[in-house]
C-alpha cells in the first residue's frame, strides 16, 4: 500500500476568481500537487489569494508563474488568453502541460496555440460549473464534483499528457468527456451561452418597463423572474468574452430560439392551448432526465432556504372562539 | 392572556394540489381555522388528501365542500374556475369569504364574480410562491412564509372581509398587498408569465437540435440551461390556462422582449462588446436587489448541494514522488 501519488509537482495557477480558486482549493484537498504557485493580474487580488493561503507562493508576473511548472491552469476571460499564452510561451518547461477553463474552445485554440512553443503539451479544458460569484474568495473545493470537465485536445496531442490532465480533474471530482473545439462550441452555446443571453435580456426587459416598477419587479420575483437573475448575475466581463468569442454558434442557437418563441407566441395569440399543453408536458421531461442523471438537485425550489412559519399572536381578534 | 382566536370556523378548500394541500398545511400549523374540509375533482386526489390527514372532512363535491364554510379557497387551474363559481354559487353560506389562489386575476374576476351571490365576499388573491412540483403530497406549511400575497378586491368589496383575509394569510407567513386585477396581470405577466414562457421555449429549442444530442444537453446542462429546466417542469394545465387566461399582458411583454433580443443580437453580430459589458453589468444590480429585500437566497448556485470531495487512490500512478 504506497501513499497515493501527487499528480504533478507544481501547478501554475494563472488568474484566481472564482475558478481558479476553487481549483487551488480542490488541489490542496486533494493533494492532487506537491506545490501550488499564483498569481493575478491586480495586486488586490494577488493580496488577497495569499492572505487565504490558496497557494504556496503568488508572484506578480505570469512568467514568474510559469517557470519550472509541469502544469500550468490559466482561468481568465477567454478575450486574455492570446496575451497571456505569447507573455508565458517563452518560459514554459519543456514536458509542461499547458491548459486553460475558458468557456469557449474554438477561439481560445487559435489564440493561446500559436504561442506555445514546441515540447509543451496544449490541453484546453473547461470545467463545465461555476456559481454567480467572481473573485478569488468566491471559489470552493468542492465547486467540480459530479460536474463535467470538458478536454478539446488539438489534433496530434500527446494522449499521455492528455491523460495525466483527465486524471488530474477527476481527482478533483470531476467527469471528464473530451470533443472537437467546434462540437464543444455548439454544445456550450445551446447549454450555456444562450441560457445566460436569455437570462440577461429577460432581465434588462423587466428592468425599463414604465408601467410596472422596479419595486413590483423584485418583491414579486418568486414567481419565476428570481430564477433567471441568478445567471444575469454572472460576471460581465467573462460573459462579454464568450459571446464575442463564440459568435457564430450564438447566433445560429438564437436564430432557432426566436423561431421557437415565435411558434408559443403565435399559439397564444391563437388560443391554441393543446398546442401549449403538449409543449409543456415535453418540456417536463427533460427536467427529469437532469435530475436522473445526478446534474441537478430533485429538492423542490433548487432546495432553497423556507424560514420557519411565525407563531405570532394574531394582528386582530377574529374568529367565533373568543 | 387569552388564547389566540382562529380567524375561520370552517375553511372550505376546493382543490388540494401544491397550493392548496400548503393551505391546508400552514392552516393546521397556525391554527387558522377551527376545522378544514377539502374536496378534488379526482377520487384518487381526493384518497390521498385522506391518507395525508390534510382535512378534518373529505367529501366529493364542491357543493358539499362549501356548505357552512366562512372561507372557501378555489386552488384550481383558472380556465377551471367558472366552472366552479357556478356550481358551489347557489350553496355558499351568507358573509361567507370566496378567494383563489389564480395567478391571473382579471380572468378570474370576470368569470367567477358572477355567479356568486349577494352577502358572499369575494376577495381574488394571489400568493406568488409555488415549486416545480404538483399535487397534494407536493405542499408544505412553509411555503407562503415571507412571500408576497396580492389581493384584487373588486371595487366596492366589504373592506372587512378584505381586512380578514389579508389577516388569513398574514398568519400564513405571507406578505400582503392589494391592487387592481389588471394592474396584478401586468406585474406577474413578467415577473412569472413571461420568465416560465421563456424557460418553457428554451427547454424545447435544446431538445430539437440534429448537431447536439439530447444526452449531451442533460450531461452539460450545470453550464446555466438546468436553471431553466426547473420551472419548465412546472404544471402544464396550470401554465396552458395562465397563458390563455393573460394572453393580452403576456403578448405585450413578449414583445418587449424580442426587441431586447434583437438589440443584444446586434451586439454580438457587430462585436460590440462595450454595449455587453454595459448590459451584464446592470442585470447584476438587479440581483443584488433580489436578494437584498430577502426573495431569493444569497446561498451561491441557489444553495444546491455540493458533494464532498471523493477521497479515492489516483487512477494510475502519477508524479514525481513514487
Given at each position: 500500500m504506497s501513499k497515493p501519488a501527487t499528480l504533478f509537482n507544481r501547478v501554475a495557477l494563472i488568474g484566481v476568481g472564482l475558478i481558479g480558486s476553487s481549483i487551488a482549493r480542490a488541489v490542496r484537498a486533494q493533494g492532487a500537487a506537491t506545490s501550488i504557485v499564483a498569481t493575478a493580474r491586480s495586486a488586490a487580488t494577488r493580496r488577497r489569494v495569499a492572505e487565504l493561503g490558496l497557494a504556496d507562493q503568488v508572484v506578480e508576473s505570469n512568467a514568474a508563474a510559469v517557470e519550472g511548472a509541469d502544469l500550468v491552469i490559466v482561468s481568465i476571460p477567454v478575450g486574455a488568453c492570446a496575451a497571456v499564452a505569447a507573455e508565458i510561451g517563452p518560459h514554459l518547461a519543456p514536458g509542461a502541460i499547458v491548459s486553460d477553463v475558458g468557456s469557449v474552445k474554438g477561439a481560445v485554440v487559435r489564440d493561446m496555440a500559436p504561442h506555445l512553443p514546441k515540447g509543451v503539451h496544449f490541453v484546453p479544458a473547461h470545467p463545465v460549473a461555476g456559481t454567480e460569484y467572481s473573485g478569488?474568495?468566491?471559489?470552493?473545493?468542492?465547486?467540480?464534483?459530479?460536474r463535467w470537465c470538458i478536454l478539446t485536445p488539438?489534433?496530434?496531442?500527446?494522449p499521455q499528457a492528455v491523460d495525466r490532465l483527465a486524471a488530474f480533474w477527476r481527482l478533483l471530482g470531476a467527469n471528464v468527456d473530451s470533443m472537437t473545439p467546434d462540437h464543444h462550441d455548439l454544445v456550450l452555446a445551446v447549454t450555456s451561452h444562450l441560457p445566460h443571453l436569455i437570462a440577461y435580456t429577460i432581465v434588462g426587459t423587466a428592468d425599463e418597463l414604465e408601467a410596472v416598477t422596479r419595486s413590483e419587479v423584485l418583491k414579486f420575483s418568486a414567481g419565476g423572474f428570481r430564477d433567471f437573475t441568478r445567471i444575469a448575475a454572472s460576471d460581465p466581463t467573462m460573459w462579454r468574452d464568450v459571446f464575442l468569442a463564440n459568435k457564430d454558434a450564438v447566433l445560429e442557437m438564437l436564430g432557432r430560439f426566436n423561431e421557437d418563441v415565435a411558434a408559443l407566441t403565435k399559439a397564444i395569440r391563437r388560443g391554441d392551448g393543446d398546442a401549449l399543453f403538449e409543449h409543456f408536458t415535453r418540456t417536463r421531461a427533460i427536467r427529469k432526465g437532469i435530475v436522473d442523471i445526478g446534474?441537478?438537485?430533485?429538492?423542490?425550489?433548487?432546495g432553497r432556504p423556507h424560514p420557519d412559519l411565525p407563531h405570532e399572536p394574531l394582528p386582530k381578534p377574529y374568529g367565533s372562539e373568543d
Open positions: 478569488p474568495d468566491a471559489g470552493f473545493a468542492e465547486l467540480f464534483v459530479n488539438p489534433a496530434g496531442t500527446d446534474q441537478d438537485s430533485p429538492a423542490p425550489d433548487f
